[in-house]
């Protein structure tokens, strides 16, 4: 209904505020995980296939993320006894890829009034009245929201792409560069363009930075090696 269509929030707002109850305990958001980046995610439902792949790859890379300093936390519009059902038949009997005994460590968001679905505009009424669809946001650590995704019900996220969004972004803050497409560390990244005439002739003739790689005057890039990447991102 028209009435329940929230605003969503944007890229560079800060991320809504709200408390709520999970499967670790009651949260306050976002200001529980200050100085941390947060991947905050939504799914449509508990015992549903595709989000079931989706919590399991999720919890087998958890340790990944806490090494990018970084708290995964889930929400459904599911309650808390289903949430907790749910993740003990994933712990206790789902064996999928190889992946079995997932214990899902980070906390799923009790939502059954779908407060904080609205909040955050996942509830899209032309995919699903009745269940959020997949999103997700990025949170730096001052609580400002870097990128977000949004996935329908049917397919199932790709988790690595997210982790590459967060050392790309980590990345970016920490090297005032940016990354081209299909970026990965190790590959070159791309330099704040020239803001002068003098600054994209002296990139053109070469002048500025041998080392950089000039496609025109507005497109340079240089290397940035991946243990430079990872130097910046590792945990603090
Ligand atoms: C799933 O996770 O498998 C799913 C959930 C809602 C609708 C369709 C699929």
């Known amino acids: 209904?028209?009435?329940?269509?929230?605003?969503?929030?944007?890229?560079?707002?800060?991320?809504?505020?709200?408390?709520?109850?999970?499967?670790?305990?009651?949260?306050?958001?976002?200001?529980?995980?200050?100085?941390?980046w947060v991947i905050f995610f939504s799914h449509p439902a508990?015992?549903?296939?595709?989000?079931?792949?989706?919590?399991?790859?999720?919890?087998?890379?958890?340790?990944?993320?806490?090494?990018?300093n970084t708290q995964l936390v889930g929400l459904s519009v599911d309650g808390?006894?289903?949430?907790?059902a749910w993740l003990m038949t994933i712990r206790d009997k789902i064996e999928?890829?190889?992946?079995?005994?997932i214990d899902v460590q980070f906390p799923l968001i009790d939502d059954i009034s779908m407060k904080?679905?609205?909040?955050?505009?996942?509830l899209q009424p032309n995919e699903s009245e009745t269940a959020a669809v997949r999103a997700v946001f990025v949170i730096d650590p001052m609580g400002?929201?870097?990128?977000?995704?949004y996935y329908p019900l049917s397919l199932g996220r790709n988790i690595q792409e997210i982790k590459r969004i967060l050392i790309a972004l980590q990345t970016a803050d920490s090297y005032n560069v940016a990354m081209p497409a299909e970026w990965q560390p190790g590959d070159e990244v791309i330099i704040p363009p020239a803001g002068s005439c003098g600054t994209a002739k002296d990139r053109m003739d070469k002048k500025e930075?041998?080392?950089?790689?000039?496609?025109?005057?507005?497109?340079?890039?240089?290397?940035?090696?991946a243990d430079e990447v990872m130097k910046v991102v590792k945990k603090k």
Not at 46 to 68: G, H, I, K, R, Y
């Open 1 to 36: 209904m028209e009435q329940d269509r929230n605003p969503m929030p944007r890229i560079g707002d800060l991320a809504p505020e709200f408390t709520a109850k999970t499967t670790q305990g009651d949260i306050h958001f976002p200001d529980d995980y200050k100085g941390k």
């Open 46 to 68: 508990d015992f549903t296939p595709v989000c079931t792949t989706e919590f399991m790859t999720f919890a087998n890379m958890n340790e990944e993320f806490q090494s990018l």
């Open 80 to 84: 808390l006894y289903s949430h907790i």
């Open 96 to 101: 999928y890829k190889g992946m079995k005994n």
């Open 116 to 122: 904080v679905s609205k909040l955050y505009g996942m």
């Open 144 to 149: 400002k929201i870097r990128a977000m995704i």
């Open 209 to 225: 930075d041998p080392t950089m790689k000039c496609y025109d005057w507005f497109f340079c890039t240089k290397l940035l090696s």
